[in-house]
């Protein structure tokens, strides 16, 4: 029997591979049926009784990567001089980085609902950016970078800034 994050980890693996829409990847590989999923598409965003949501080391890890690797591209993302390949790049490595998350989640429920919030946008917009149209693909970016705040904004990260951008 496949241990469960190996499963988390094929089914991500084959999304991407396959194109799969990012909400339904997140739904079937870590959400645990399909009432949980929907749960995820109905839920907003909000703090833990006034506080941030805590977060562990290795969740700080991924997106401190995810953010990393968005920030390294801004310069190209800003200028329009970002190439196709350059964005399908930062969809494959964040979605790596997705993967690494969910492999090594120790959330507690509450917790990984609102996680889950941030990372179909995250998820969403590594999609945009993983086929050849410049405009989704800068979307795409953007969409991230808007997460990435929404991440900041929610949860406890000490030392966390989202990266800069523009609309």
């Not at 980890?9 to 929907?38: R, V």
């Not at 801004?74 to 399908?88: C, D, M, N, V």
């Amino acid at each position: 029997m496949f241990a469960p994050w190996k499963i988390n980890i094929a089914i991500l693996s084959a999304s991407a591979l396959l194109g799969m829409g990012a909400n339904a990847a997140l739904a079937e590989e870590h959400n645990h049926d399909a009432h949980a999923h929907h749960a995820v598409e109905t839920a907003q965003l909000t703090l833990n009784n006034g506080k941030k949501w805590e977060t562990d080391e290795n969740l700080r890890l991924g997106m401190t990567r995810i953010r990393d690797a968005l920030s390294a591209e801004l310069p190209a993302i800003h200028s329009g001089k970002a190439t196709a390949e350059q964005y399908q790049a930062l969809a494959r490595k964040t979605n790596d980085q997705i993967a690494f998350m969910v492999k090594k989640c120790k959330l507690e429920p509450k917790t990984d609902e609102m996680l889950h919030i941030v990372l179909t946008d995250i998820m969403a917009g590594a999609d945009a950016m993983s086929g050849k149209d410049i405009n989704e693909a800068l979307k795409g970016a953007e969409k991230i970078a808007a997460a990435l705040d929404n991440y900041g904004t929610y949860f406890a990260h000490p030392g966390w800034h989202g990266v800069n951008h523009t609309h």
